[in-house]
């Protein structure tokens, strides 16, 4: 290991140096709680975090945000039984989320693609509307069969919304299920 101290002002002030042997990496904090504290001045805001092993149960691995003197909000935790907790310090599944989710882009979950299953709606919804004006303006006599061919029409289309969002609902518990699964290969990669 080396360690330096900043002479020129673009080096670090203290640098380690050292590899990973699968055993020992360049830096070992001991104790029953150890912790690194970060202070950051005004160009980063005067935030304040800690890294802290133990916090919360023998184990635990705690990313905290400082709100306050000595109080702190759990932002993000790795247990020992693999669980991972964003915004919780005491996940009860293998990912546990606190608070809202924003995925951006496309979701894909056992092979479903949650955009597509989405736009479909949507396009099923439209034709649903476009088939109920048809109807609507059109009247009784030699027109008759035509509206019973669109009515059927659109109870077809009905059923495949219904059976859109019945899948959909399904498709949730595989989003969780897998977001599970990322969250054991996060806690692996990790640990």
Known sequence: MTLSSRVNPLDPAVEMVGDWNGN?????????????????????????????????GPGNLEFLRETGPGAFDHVFTLSPTNRVGIGTSSPSATLEVAGDMKVTGGLTVNKIEFKTVVEQLNILRGDISHLSDNVSHLSTGPLTQQINSLQQQVSS???????????????????????ITLAARVTALGG
């Open 24 to 56: 020992e990496g360049a830096l070992r904090l001991s104790g029953d709680k150890p912790t690194i504290k970060f202070a950051g001045g005004a160009a980063a805001g005067g935030a304040r975090w800690a890294l802290h092993l133990g916090s919360r």
């Open 157 to 179: 289309l009905q059923a495949q919304v219904s059976s859109l969002q019945a899948k959909e609902a399904s498709d949730v518990a595989g989003i969780a299920n897998s977001l």
